[in-house]
């Protein structure tokens, strides 16, 4: 099974990328696993055309996007993560979410008809760190409203939505508390079954 991460943090130390790694201890070894690391590529965004209807892929000149397509497409589970940034998903991940509309859904030339799904039945794992404490965290001005904005995208794939995980309080903790470190290895076995 080909698994992809997709990180939309800058801080490749950070609480993100640690509660993603967390999930990549639990899957078993013949898997192969990709990371994407939004930060890092060379992408314009989304211009809204919607030209990659008719075309499949998006039609502006080639950048990391036409990668992160495939690699999408290909994939048979998903890992997606971000922190929290004013209730939202970081910058970068929204530009590569948006520049792969057609990766996850599939619409009709027309765009009259309702888009389907290019996934359904892959599982998918969403995970978020964030500074606010429990309970304030779980605010849509916070950590669910990051969590709600990846959510749109994978849904709109028809994955099966497996788990997801906030990491709160994350200014006053030092590292992965063991519970959720438990609890992400957990996930991740369930991901690669
Ligand atoms: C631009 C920016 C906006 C942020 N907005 C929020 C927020 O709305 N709520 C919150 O709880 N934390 C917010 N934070 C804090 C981050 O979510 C927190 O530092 C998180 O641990 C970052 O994830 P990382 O460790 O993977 O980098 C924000 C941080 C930045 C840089």
């Given at each position: 099974m080909k698994i992809l991460f997709l990180n939309g943090s800058p801080r490749k130390n950070g609480y993100t990328v640690s509660l993603m790694k967390?999930?990549?201890?639990?899957?078993?070894?013949?898997?192969?696993?990709?990371?994407?690391?939004?930060?890092?590529?060379?992408?314009?965004?989304?211009?809204?055309?919607?030209?990659?209807?008719?075309?499949?892929?998006?039609?502006?000149?080639?950048?990391?996007?036409?990668?992160?397509?495939?690699?999408?497409?290909?994939?048979?589970?998903?890992?997606?993560?971000?922190?929290?940034?004013?209730?939202?998903?970081?910058?970068p991940l929204k530009i590569l979410i948006d520049r792969n509309l057609t990766a996850f859904?599939?619409?009709?030339?027309?765009?009259?008809?309702?888009?389907?799904?290019?996934?359904?039945?892959?599982?998918?794992?969403?995970?978020?760190?964030?500074?606010?404490p429990y309970p304030m965290s779980q605010l849509q001005s916070q950590s669910k409203g990051a969590i709600q904005a990846m959510e749109v995208a994978i849904k709109a794939g028809g994955y099966n939505i497996i788990g997801s995980i906030t990491l709160d309080g994350a200014a006053s903790k030092d590292g992965v508390p063991l519970k959720i470190e438990e609890q992400a290895r957990i996930l991740g076995m369930k991901l690669s079954l």
């Open positions: 967390c999930i990549e201890k639990g899957i078993d070894s013949s898997h192969s696993i990709a990371w994407i690391h939004s930060y890092d590529l060379n992408m314009t965004p989304c211009r809204a055309c919607l030209q990659c209807r008719p075309n499949k892929e998006c039609v502006s000149p080639k950048d990391d996007g036409h990668y992160v397509w495939h690699k999408i497409r290909s994939a048979d589970a998903i890992v997606i993560g971000s922190p929290t940034y004013f209730g939202n998903i970081s910058g859904e599939e619409i009709a030339a027309s765009g009259l008809e309702m888009p389907s799904p290019l996934h359904k039945g892959k599982k998918a794992i969403i995970v978020t760190a964030c500074n606010a």
